[in-house]
């Protein structure tokens, strides 16, 4: 009897499940019981699909899913990031009044289309990124008093139309030294192949957006942070696709870094977003290590090791391998929280504001959904949104915030990657159909 119900359990399981799922419970229980062994072979498979079709995209078993084919389960959620104090005007669109410098390339006159993040310079003045294409910034003796004194960039408007160089549209995100001999400026790169050959990338869409080619790049400085400028390609490539670009293709690339020092290892870590609407691949965050003293030795995470090259496919043979993704959301900030011995991604998917926690940068913790700045009554006053400006909400009159960042201006690393002291969750807000843009912050405390 013993052995009987040994085998009988796990079919009697699947009938169980079966007449819970299948569309045609009823026909599939009987043929169970007529015939249980058989049945339950030719159902696995349904049953499988089925199963997997009933979980949300935000499930835990989900959180952790690796593209390269690993998957790293996510570990329960131990520390919280809370809202002290209400929103206050970090930056008006009024005080950004740079002319626009070149309209050929779509650059934007002065406002901000990036995550807030910041920089000091040898002489201890900090810099602020906060621009677009333009690449102005904001300086002063510390975060809270950088303000926008003049209309110098810290990389010129360019727009190569040769994809192999990838030196097109450039947004620079933040910049990372461990010394001032070599500082590393961290640069997201749009090819836009509409730009030279409008004829062959007809738009369909704003999320396929055809001929759309992300890469992240490098610039360096050797003077302290004053000036950057571009290596020649390939070895201004950190991180691209591993295959070249070809008109037709839909928006595909790897974009927005994030970068932060690794005290246990002293390596430095760049994230970056991974977009392929060709392959109709998620949302993910793929991370590349480097010793931060050069601009060839970064590697990318595969699932098992950094083992992967990601430089230009124009140079190296194209392996066709993807890097893995230790995220699977639109990760904005990357910081190292001393306190806990913790890193913190914080970002977005769809209108919720997430963050997640890691010990190592590969294994993170449950994602977590942040409440606290204008919570949407339309929700009870329970979750906090993000909106874009293609929003159904931005229509009924909330504002459209997007680029959420942390910053503690006490932190004591020249390159801002740390949390110290008392951080500043920022973000911008959009009005005038996004002509202009505030930039808000609100104080965060990160605890158990």
């Given amino acids: 009897m013993k052995n009987e119900l040994g085998h009988i359990f ?6 169980y499940l079966l007449s819970r799922f299948s569309p045609t419970s009823k026909e599939h229980a009987s043929l169970f019981h007529q015939n249980p062994r058989s049945t339950v072979w030719l159902y696995m498979a349904a049953l499988g699909g089925v199963l997997g079709s009933c979980s949300s995209p ?28 209400p929103p206050e005007l970090y930056l008006s ?19 901000s289309d990036i995550p807030i993040n910041a920089f000091r310079r040898k002489d201890g003045t900090v810099i602020v990124f906060s621009g677009n294409q333009n690449n102005y910034y904001l300086v002063g003796k510390s975060v809270d008093s950088a303000r926008r004194l003049n209309c110098d960039q810290l990389i010129h408007p360019v727009n190569d139309p040769e994809p192999s160089r990838y030196n097109a549209r450039r947004w620079m995100f933040g910049a990372y030294g461990k010394d001032y001999n070599l500082i590393i400026g961290f640069v997201h790169n749009e090819y836009h192949g509409d730009d030279f050959s409008p004829g062959a990338c007809q738009r369909s869409s704003q999320a396929n957006f055809e001929c759309w080619y992300a890469s992240t790049t490098l610039v360096t400085s050797t003077d302290g942070g004053f000036t950057f400028k571009a290596p020649k390609s390939p070895d201004n490539v950190l991180a691209s696709l591993p295959w070249q ?28 977003t991974y977009v392929d609407q060709n392959e109709k691949r998620p949302i993910g965050q793929c991370l590349l290590r480097g010793s931060g003293k050069q601009l060839t030795d970064w590697r990318g995470w595969d ?14 043979r194209n392996s066709n391998r993807q890097c893995a993704s230790v995220l699977n959301f639109s990760v904005r900030s990357l910081k190292y929280v001393s306190s806990i011995n ?12 997430l963050y997640s926690f890691s010990p190592d940068l590969i294994h993170w913790s449950q994602r977590q959904t942040l409440r606290g700045i204008d919570e949407d009554e339309n929700t009870g006053g329970k979750e906090m949104y993000v909106s874009s400006q293609n929003s159904k909400r931005v229509g009924g009159g909330i ?37 202009k843009r505030d930039v808000f912050r609100v104080p965060i405390r990160i605890s158990r």
Avoid: W
Wanted: glycine residues 12%.
């Fill in 10 to 15: 796990p079919y009697s399981l699947v009938a």
């Fill in 58 to 85: 935000a499930s835990p078993a989900r959180e952790g899913r690796q593209a390269g084919g690993n998957d790293i389960k996510p570990s329960r959620a131990e520390y919280l990031i809370e809202v002290m104090g």
């Fill in 93 to 111: 669109a009024d005080d950004m009044r740079c002319p626009g410098v070149d309209e050929d390339i779509g650059a934007r006159s002065d406002i």
């Fill in 245 to 272: 670009f070809e008109f037709g293709q839909r928006r595909a690339g790897l974009f927005s870094p994030k970068v932060v020092g690794n005290p246990k290892d002293g390596m430095v870590y760049v994230m970056v």
């Fill in 303 to 316: 699932g098992s090791g950094f083992n992967l090259a990601m430089g230009s496919p124009y140079a190296q």
């Fill in 342 to 353: 913790q890193f913190i991604a914080i970002g977005n998917h769809g209108e919720r504001i």
């Fill in 399 to 435: 504002p459209s915030k997007t680029y959420f960042s942390i910053i503690d201006s006490e932190s004591k690393s020249m390159n801002f990657d740390t949390v110290d002291g008392n951080p500043y969750l920022y973000y911008i807000q959009r009005h005038d159909h996004g002509v």
